[in-house]
């Protein structure tokens, strides 16, 4: 078949691409960590599997844990550990509605119970490291991380912006949109420069070698 599958709007679990948006930047936006700030990179805690063997969580990948830890570093080496005392330190419903009705993921669940399991994304798995029920496009991460590069201010995402008919007129224009203030231009700028920590020195080194 052709075209079956667009990539751009098909749900994907989006994991440590989430961090800075629902973490990181809300947290620095608000003052209560700083570029500098130090965590300790070690387990929350260990929980008993069926075979009585304690097993740290959240797990970094690769699997090592640094110890002490700026904020800085934490981000550009996404570490999980740090990700969830961070969001021990924030509001989840503050975390929820910033992601549901600010950046429009629409995706997001409080609560679903299909088979009689109950799913919500009002938890540290979904908010702090990315694992949400039904995850999210491609298109609304790029959409919500214009945010940084336009200094902290957001809108949605066009494909076109005029369509005109076969006589050149003017017949839809997309050129005007709502914008919302999210981030304070100073927190978009401190994001940007962690973010490139990500390619310099991080996770994707690689894609700059």
Known sequence: ANRIM???LTNETPGSVLKPLAIY???IDEGKITWST???DTPVYFYENSKGVLTPYPKNYPDVYSGLTTVSDALAF????VAVKLYKMSDKNKIFRLLKNSFKFDCLVEEETVNGKVYSDLSEAPLALGQLTHGVSLR????AYTVFPRDGVFS???S???VYDAEGNLVIDKSKSDEERIFKSKTAEIMNKLLSRVTEIGTAKIITL
Do not use: H
Request: a neutral charge; aromatic letters at 18%.
């Open 156 to 158: 949605e995402g066009k």
């Open 140 to 143: 609304k991460l790029t959409e």
């Open 6 to 8: 667009n990539f751009a």
């Open 38 to 40: 130090v965590f300790d």
């Open 78 to 81: 996404s570490k999980n550990t």
């Open 160 to 162: 076109y912006i005029y």
């Open 25 to 27: 930047a809300p947290l």
